[in-house]
């Protein structure tokens, strides 16, 4: 059983994540009704991507933070403000200015919200045993996945009976009741957040400097610069799961279920579920299943995901794909478990940014060229997928260190 205090606090970053996913969609339903919904559509879609970019320096700052627990409760404050403003500015007004301004307030309390997540996770260092370290994260990736697809579910929803502006007041409210529950648990955390050292970083020579010592600390272990590595390459195919089954289903009119948009929320459905039953399995029933065998079956699985496709038989290579997402869930888990339990509690702010930041860029920048090759011909990208998948087989299957 995970302790109270942990799920306390877990709570208070669910509700967060609520009022974060909440209203994305409800600005992009916004926007797109605007005169220029393309501009608009752009500007919401970088006022939610540019703070992901930030967060090697935001985890910095994290590091450096004293007052953690105080940072915790400023931001319910600042980010329940922040969204009053955004109601009131589509109030007020629906120019492309406004959308302007809507985006730049989003992004601030983006920002804000990352920085003080990095801020309060090493507590999960001093709150879970390490015995139950991955039965903890297990339960958070499950609740924050079903948050995620409840809240667009929900927005859709309100945004139906409500209007725009006051979903803002609404989701301004969820950030108001996170800083009314840190005020209860205050005292707790700020007793744990006294066991957390560090220096304060505010020069740019220090800066790098830290951040340099933080990765020379995550990457000192061998299996960690190999599951590195390995991590990169299942992300980067992953990426490109529900944009190929777009193309696939645009080509073959026939596989569709009902039509292209349900097809592809059906797809999306399923990854998101198989991810959460391979969270919970990893903490339970498959916890002592190597991690040689868990990378072998994930790449095996893509692999014959791409070749089932080539057969176009793409519902069949779906719910082969779908055992391998649970199995890759399995080895998301552990790794994350891993990295807590290797890194300083002074130094996570700064290793998780650069974790974050890496698996966003290098995947990303792998997955395009995936999808541009596919763009030129589907079956050529069948063929490099197929390749890269067999490369990494032949990797993991040589790899020494994942005998463990």
Same mark, same amino acid.
């Given at each position: 059983?995970i302790?109270?205090?942990?799920?306390?606090?877990?709570?208070l970053?669910?509700?967060?994540?609520?009022?974060?996913?909440?209203?994305?969609?409800a +600005?992009?339903?916004?926007?797109?009704?605007?005169?220029?919904?393309?501009?608009?559509?752009?500007?919401?879609?970088?006022?939610? !991507?540019?703070?992901?970019?930030?967060?090697?320096?935001l985890?910095?700052?994290?590091?450096s933070?004293?007052?953690?627990?105080?940072k915790?409760?400023?931001?319910?404050?600042?980010?329940?403000?922040?969204y *009053?403003?955004?109601? +009131?500015?589509?109030?007020?007004?629906?120019?492309?200015?406004?959308i302007? &301004?809507?985006?730049? &307030?989003n #992004?601030?309390?983006?920002?804000?919200?990352?920085?003080?997540?990095?801020?309060?996770?090493?507590? *999960?260092?001093?709150?879970?045993?390490?015995?139950? =370290?991955?039965?903890a994260?297990?339960?958070?990736?499950?609740? !924050?996945?079903?948050?995620? =697809?409840?809240?667009?579910?929900?927005?859709?929803?309100?945004?139906?009976?409500t209007?725009?502006?006051?979903?803002?007041?609404?989701?301004?409210?969820?950030f108001?009741?996170?800083?009314?529950?840190?005020?209860?648990?205050?005292?707790?955390?700020?007793?744990?957040?006294?066991?957390?050292?560090?220096?304060?970083?505010d020069?740019?020579?220090?800066?790098?400097?830290?951040?340099k010592?933080?990765?020379?600390?995550?990457?000192?272990?061998?299996? =960690?610069?190999?599951?590195?590595?390995?991590?990169t390459?299942?992300?980067?195919?992953?990426?490109?799961?529900?944009?190929?089954?777009?193309?696939?289903?645009?080509?073959?009119?026939?596989?569709?279920?009902?039509?292209? #948009?349900?097809?592809?929320?059906?797809?999306?459905?399923?990854?998101?579920i198989?991810?959460?039953?391979?969270?919970?399995?990893?903490?339970?029933? +498959?916890?002592?299943?190597?991690?040689?065998?868990?990378?072998?079956?994930?790449?095996?699985g893509?692999?014959?995901?791409?070749?089932?496709?080539?057969?176009?038989? +793409?519902?069949l290579?779906?719910?082969? &794909?779908?055992?391998?997402?649970?199995?890759?869930?399995?080895?998301? &888990?552990?790794?994350?478990?891993d990295?807590?339990?290797?890194?300083?509690?002074?130094?996570?702010?700064?290793?998780?940014?650069?974790?974050d930041t890496?698996?966003?860029?290098?995947?990303?920048?792998?997955?395009?060229?995936?999808m541009?090759?596919?763009?030129?011909?589907?079956?050529?990208?069948?063929?490099?997928?197929?390749?890269?998948?067999?490369?990494?087989?032949l990797?993991?299957?040589?790899?020494?260190v994942?005998?463990?």
């Amino acid at each position: 059983m995970i302790n109270r205090l942990y799920m306390q606090w877990r709570t208070l970053e669910w509700v967060s994540l609520l009022g974060d996913s909440l209203y994305y969609l409800a +600005l992009l339903s916004y926007a797109s009704k605007l005169d220029n919904p393309s501009l608009a559509v752009m500007i919401v879609t970088f006022s939610e !991507t540019i703070p992901n970019f930030s967060q090697i320096i935001l985890g910095v700052f994290a590091d450096s933070t004293r007052y953690r627990t105080k940072k915790f409760f400023q931001s319910g404050i600042v980010r329940g403000f922040l969204y *009053i403003c955004i109601g +009131l500015t589509i109030f007020y007004t629906n120019s492309i200015y406004g959308i302007l &301004l809507i985006g730049v &307030l989003n #992004s601030i309390s983006d920002l804000f919200g990352k920085y003080v997540t990095l801020c309060v996770e090493p507590f *999960i260092k001093f709150i879970v045993p390490e015995s139950k =370290m991955e039965r903890a994260l297990s339960v958070n990736f499950i609740v !924050t996945s079903s948050i995620s =697809m409840f809240a667009y579910f929900l927005g859709a929803t309100l945004i139906s009976i409500t209007s725009i502006y006051q979903l803002a007041f609404i989701n301004a409210g969820t950030f108001f009741v996170v800083a009314i529950g840190v005020q209860f648990i205050r005292p707790k955390l700020e007793k744990i957040e006294q066991q957390i050292t560090g220096d304060k970083h505010d020069n740019l020579n220090k800066i790098f400097i830290h951040i340099k010592e933080s990765l020379k600390d995550l990457l000192k272990m061998p299996e =960690m610069r190999g599951l590195f590595f390995i991590a990169t390459g299942l992300n980067s195919v992953a990426i490109t799961i529900v944009p190929i089954c777009a193309i696939f289903l645009a080509y073959y009119p026939s596989s569709r279920i009902v039509n292209i #948009s349900y097809s592809i929320a059906f797809v999306q459905g399923l990854i998101m579920i198989s991810g959460i039953i391979g969270s919970w399995l990893g903490a339970t029933v +498959l916890k002592n299943l190597s991690t040689r065998v868990i990378l072998l079956t994930s790449f095996s699985g893509n692999l014959l995901f791409v070749l089932l496709l080539f057969l176009q038989q +793409l519902w069949l290579g779906v719910f082969t &794909l779908l055992f391998s997402i649970l199995i890759t869930s399995v080895f998301n &888990l552990r790794f994350s478990s891993d990295i807590i339990r290797s890194v300083p509690a002074e130094k996570m702010g700064t290793i998780y940014g650069c974790m974050d930041t890496f698996f966003l860029l290098v995947p990303s920048v792998i997955s395009m060229i995936f999808m541009g090759i596919s763009s030129i011909n589907l079956n050529l990208y069948i063929v490099t997928v197929a390749c890269f998948c067999a490369g990494f087989i032949l990797f993991v299957s040589r790899i020494k260190v994942l005998y463990k």
